[in-house]
């Protein structure tokens, strides 16, 4: 009951006791019986503090003082929707593009796929499907995940996408989450990701806001789960603006000899972003590949937290996550590797690096790997660095102006990750943006640490 | 086109050039020789401005300019390039791309436009030519995973596109094989001209064999102790550096019997 004073956790708890008793018992009774439990983890631990281990560097109790609506308000213009799309639209990518406006679907946006085997549609209209209780919340946890506990007891639409068995997906989808608010709004969208055995989808997932002053907070959950030999591929480009902030929790649950491969770009401006990324490999022959790149700069703080747990044996994961830190800016790296003791012949490798670019910024970077196989290769490692001044000055000395030379060296830092998306259009799409929001790099000289 | 006069330089509070008068025309070849920490290499680091390096005295003026009041990038589009001792790797940086960059911003600062992208193509497939440098590397990341060669040859690639005014080789030879040597040699003897200049810092006198130098100066704790033309260097190879260090020993302690 540690926060049970602010504003949010009261205007939640209340709205739960006093939601329309019809809304209850329309659903599933596995599904308000998950919405009960998780209810009660959240009205009894709050909203978690940096008392809480996962939350010691990120401090949420500026970000819950706003008033915040937890009412969807009304959209906004569609004209000012369309806009934001346009600047968010991959130039040249085939894509089906899905626009949610406050977390539930637009079709009147929206081009859903016309192709057989798959299926995009509002999760609200699948909740009673035996599909939906069959996968929702399969390896989602709420205790001690006080977001996804949220979530989990106050979701009411979102996506849901399903790909059938041995279907290859022809088109990607292209989503974009947009944000409309004039006054603080709390969004708690919920989206489910289903491949059947051997199906293969690519996905990349857009968040952008509409112009404002306005806090607003967004507290999505995503569900994956892939059945034996599917393979998603979600790339993942978080933009904001000032008084954006998001909390995200991404389950992926994979079966045997199944892929995932996630890239996550967060770009500066909002003023938090913290990610909760989980892979669980539940069947032997799997693997995932994931790949961040942090950006934050002025006052803007970056939390990355991922947990990669092999069960079984014959699994790989790859991990790489990079950061670039300017101005005050602050990022957390937290990525931890459970090897269980069946999970023999595991590769598992984990990095994270990053440049420090402002003389305030700060991060903290915390690999970890437990492992309780004898079998296994493990590797993880972290940097924090600055610019290798000789990097500098052989740019310089071919007449290359030290801005420049700097904005260059930082692309090239980047481009570990950019590398790592496949389609051609989105990584040209994704190095526009970095370009765009290319670093202002006033640093002064800072005694460094390790060249990168 | 250069001059050096008086020049005293440290680095982390250690005097390493004390006193250098050095005198560069357009046309010419200079040939800076010398012992291991003579200061060879210090003395192209200053001329490039390193920032390690700290010039307590002295004036160098480039063109009637002063050098040492500009910044490295400056000094390069003023036309001063300095060919790495140990080129350094950048992964992600391609070597197209940052040669395109340097390109430009040196014609920037003479006042004129960017390159068309098909002039650079052929300048760039022409240059390559000149000293036989693998396409292949062109488009790879700037010197990532070159071996020793194909780096140094790299920065005469770079030097073949950029046109400097004045060139200072830092122990190119150094690490080259003998065919490489004689690309490298041959690239900087077609690129001579009487409005260019070199400078060629080495340890050895092999590479003075291609490069065929105006002037040849000896450079010993930070000054510069003996100046003469090719031949001096062949006496050097002969003799080796003991007899330089004796000679001046022996000098050192002929003036301290004077005094």
Same mark, same amino acid.
């Given at each position: 009951?540690?926060?049970?004073?602010?504003?949010?956790?009261?205007?939640?708890?209340?709205?739960?006791?006093?939601?329309?008793?019809?809304?209850?018992?329309?659903?599933?009774?596995?599904?308000?019986?998950?919405?009960?439990?998780?209810?009660?983890?959240?009205?009894?631990?709050?909203?978690?503090?940096?008392?809480?281990?996962?939350?010691?560097?990120?401090?949420?109790?500026?970000?819950?003082?706003?008033?915040?609506?937890?009412?969807?308000?009304?959209?906004?213009?569609?004209?000012?929707?369309?806009?934001?799309?346009?600047?968010?639209?991959?130039?040249?990518?085939?894509?089906?593009?899905?626009?949610?406006?406050?977390?539930?679907?637009?079709?009147?946006?929206?081009?859903?796929?016309?192709?057989?085997?798959?299926?995009?549609?509002?999760?609200?209209?699948?909740?009673?499907?035996?599909?939906?209780?069959?996968?929702?919340?399969?390896?989602?946890?709420?205790?001690?995940?006080?977001?996804?506990?949220?979530?989990?007891?106050?979701?009411?639409?979102?996506?849901?996408?399903?790909?059938?068995?041995?279907?290859?997906?022809?088109?990607?989808?292209?989503?974009?989450?947009?944000?409309?608010?004039?006054?603080?709004?709390?969004?708690?969208?919920?989206?489910?990701?289903?491949?059947?055995?051997?199906?293969?989808?690519?996905?990349?997932?857009?968040?952008?806001?509409?112009?404002?002053?306005?806090?607003?907070?967004?507290?999505?959950?995503?569900?994956?789960?892939?059945?034996?030999?599917?393979?998603?591929?979600?790339?993942?480009?978080?933009?904001?603006?000032?008084?954006?902030?998001?909390?995200?929790?991404?389950?992926?649950?994979?079966?045997?000899?199944?892929?995932?491969?996630?890239?996550?770009?967060?770009?500066?401006?909002?003023?938090?972003?913290?990610?909760?990324?989980?892979?669980?490999?539940?069947?032997?022959?799997?693997?995932?590949?994931?790949?961040?790149?942090?950006?934050?700069?002025?006052?803007?703080?970056?939390?990355?937290?991922?947990?990669?747990?092999?069960?079984?044996?014959?699994?790989?994961?790859?991990?790489?996550?990079?950061?670039?830190?300017?101005?005050?800016?602050?990022?957390?790296?937290?990525?931890?590797?459970?090897?269980?003791?069946?999970?023999?012949?595991?590769?598992?490798?984990?990095?994270?690096?990053?440049?420090?670019?402002?003389?305030?910024?700060?991060?903290?970077?915390?690999?970890?790997?437990?492992?309780?196989?004898?079998?296994?290769?493990?590797?993880?490692?972290?940097?924090?660095?600055?610019?290798?001044?000789?990097?500098?000055?052989?740019?310089?000395?071919?007449?290359?102006?030290?801005?420049?030379?700097?904005?260059?060296?930082?692309?090239?830092?980047?481009?570990?990750?950019?590398?790592?998306?496949?389609?051609?259009?989105?990584?040209?799409?994704?190095?526009?943006?970095?370009?765009?929001?290319?670093?202002?790099?006033?640093?002064?000289?800072?005694?460094?640490?390790?060249?990168? | 086109?250069?001059?050096?006069?008086?020049?005293?330089?440290?680095?982390?509070?250690?005097?390493?050039?004390?006193?250098?008068?050095?005198?560069?025309?357009?046309?010419?070849?200079?040939?800076?020789?010398?012992?291991?920490?003579?200061?060879?290499?210090?003395?192209?680091?200053?001329?490039?401005?390193?920032?390690?390096? $700290?010039?307590?005295? +002295?004036?160098?003026? =480039?063109?009637?300019?002063?050098? !040492?009041?500009? /910044?490295? *990038?400056?000094? &390069?589009?003023?036309?001063?390039?300095?060919?790495?001792?140990?080129?350094?790797?950048?992964?992600?940086?391609?070597?197209?791309?940052?040669?395109?960059?340097?390109?430009?911003?040196? $014609?920037?600062?003479? +006042?004129?436009?960017? =390159?068309?992208?098909?002039?650079? !193509?052929?300048? /760039?497939? *022409?240059?390559? &030519?000149?000293?036989?440098?693998?396409?292949?590397?062109?488009?790879?990341?700037?010197?990532?995973?070159?071996?020793?060669?194909?780096?140094?040859?790299?920065?005469?690639?770079?030097?073949?596109?950029?046109?400097?005014?004045?060139?200072?080789?830092?122990?190119?030879?150094?690490?080259?094989?003998?065919?490489?040597?004689?690309?490298?040699?041959?690239?900087?003897?077609?690129?001579?001209?009487?409005?260019?200049?070199?400078?060629?810092?080495?340890?050895?006198?092999?590479?003075?064999?291609?490069?065929?130098?105006?002037?040849?100066?000896?450079?010993?704790?930070?000054?510069?102790?003996?100046?003469?033309?090719?031949?001096?260097?062949?006496?050097?190879?002969?003799?080796?550096?003991?007899?330089?260090?004796?000679?001046?020993?022996?000098?050192?302690?002929?003036?301290?019997?004077?005094?």
């Amino acid at each position: 009951m540690s926060n049970a004073g602010t504003t949010l956790y009261d205007k939640l708890i209340r709205a739960y006791e006093e939601r329309p008793p019809v809304l209850a018992t329309e659903e599933t009774s596995s599904l308000s019986t998950r919405r009960g439990k998780a209810f009660e983890q959240f009205r009894e631990k709050g909203f978690p503090t940096i008392k809480d281990e996962d939350w010691r560097f990120t401090n949420m109790a500026p970000f819950l003082k706003d008033a915040y609506d937890i009412s969807i308000p009304e959209l906004a213009d569609k004209s000012i929707l369309k806009e934001l799309i346009r600047k968010n639209t991959v130039e040249g990518w085939d894509a089906y593009q899905v626009v949610l406006v406050n977390g539930r679907i637009d079709l009147s946006l929206s081009e859903l796929p016309g192709e057989i085997g798959v299926t995009v549609r509002p999760l609200a209209e699948v909740t009673h499907s035996e599909t939906f209780t069959h996968y929702a919340g399969r390896h989602l946890q709420t205790e001690g995940y006080p977001f996804s506990a949220a979530n989990t007891a106050f979701f009411e639409d979102g996506l849901f996408v399903e790909v059938k068995k041995g279907i290859k997906a022809e088109k990607p989808l292209h989503i974009l989450h947009l944000y409309t608010a004039e006054v603080p709004a709390f969004f708690q969208p919920r989206h489910l990701v289903i491949l059947h055995s051997h199906a293969e989808l690519h996905f990349m997932e857009s968040t952008a806001c509409v112009k404002g002053e306005a806090a607003v907070l967004v507290n999505t959950v995503l569900e994956c789960a892939l059945e034996d030999g599917a393979q998603l591929t979600h790339y993942v480009l978080q933009s904001g603006r000032k008084g954006e902030r998001l909390v995200s929790h991404t389950q992926v649950s994979q079966a045997r000899n199944s892929r995932y491969d996630n890239v996550t770009i967060s770009l500066p401006e909002a003023d938090l972003i913290r990610n909760q990324l989980q892979v669980t490999l539940d069947g032997s022959g799997s693997e995932c590949h994931l790949y961040g790149l942090y950006l934050p700069n002025n006052q803007q703080l970056i939390d990355n937290h991922t947990l990669v747990d092999h069960i079984h044996p014959h699994c790989e994961s790859n991990e790489l996550y990079k950061g670039v830190l300017q101005g005050s800016s602050r990022a957390v790296f937290n990525g931890k590797i459970f090897v269980r003791q069946a999970a023999q012949k595991t590769n598992a490798f984990q990095q994270n690096n990053n440049l420090l670019l402002g003389d305030k910024a700060l991060v903290h970077s915390k690999p970890q790997l437990e492992i309780f196989a004898d079998d296994v290769k493990c590797s993880h490692g972290s940097t924090i660095g600055q610019f290798n001044p000789e990097s500098l000055f052989y740019l310089r000395a071919r007449g290359i102006g030290e801005e420049k030379a700097k904005e260059m060296l930082v692309q090239a830092f980047g481009a570990d990750i950019t590398e790592r998306v496949s389609s051609a259009p989105v990584q040209k799409h994704l190095e526009k943006h970095l370009l765009r929001e290319r670093p202002v790099t006033n640093l002064q000289d800072v005694a460094h640490i390790e060249h990168i | 086109m250069l001059s050096i006069r008086n020049l005293h330089a440290e680095v982390e509070e250690k005097k390493i050039l004390k006193g250098i008068n050095l005198q560069v025309n357009a046309g010419e070849v200079h040939a800076i020789m010398g012992p291991n920490g003579s200061g060879k290499s210090s003395l192209a680091s200053v001329l490039s401005g390193r920032d390690s390096y $700290r010039v307590t005295n +002295g004036q160098v003026l =480039l063109d009637g300019k002063d050098l !040492l009041d500009m /910044s490295p *990038e400056v000094r &390069a589009r003023e036309g001063v390039f300095l060919a790495f001792q140990y080129p350094v790797e950048i992964p992600g940086v391609s070597n197209i791309n940052f040669l395109k960059t340097a390109v430009s911003e040196i $014609r920037a600062h003479r +006042g004129l436009p960017p =390159l068309e992208a098909r002039e650079f !193509l052929r300048l /760039s497939k *022409e240059r390559q &030519a000149l000293v036989e440098f693998d396409a292949g590397l062109v488009n790879r990341s700037l010197n990532e995973g070159f071996s020793g060669g194909e780096k140094k040859r790299n920065e005469i690639f770079q030097l073949a596109m950029l046109e400097p005014r004045l060139a200072i080789l830092d122990e190119t030879d150094s690490g080259l094989d003998i065919d490489a040597l004689r690309i490298v040699s041959g690239a900087v003897n077609k690129l001579r001209s009487a409005d260019n200049a070199f400078i060629i810092i080495t340890h050895y006198q092999r590479l003075l064999e291609y490069i065929v130098p105006d002037f040849v100066h000896v450079l010993y704790d930070g000054r510069i102790v003996r100046s003469g033309t090719k031949e001096l260097a062949l006496e050097l190879e002969e003799k080796g550096y003991d007899w330089l260090k004796e000679t001046m020993q022996e000098n050192a302690t002929a003036q301290q019997i004077v005094i």
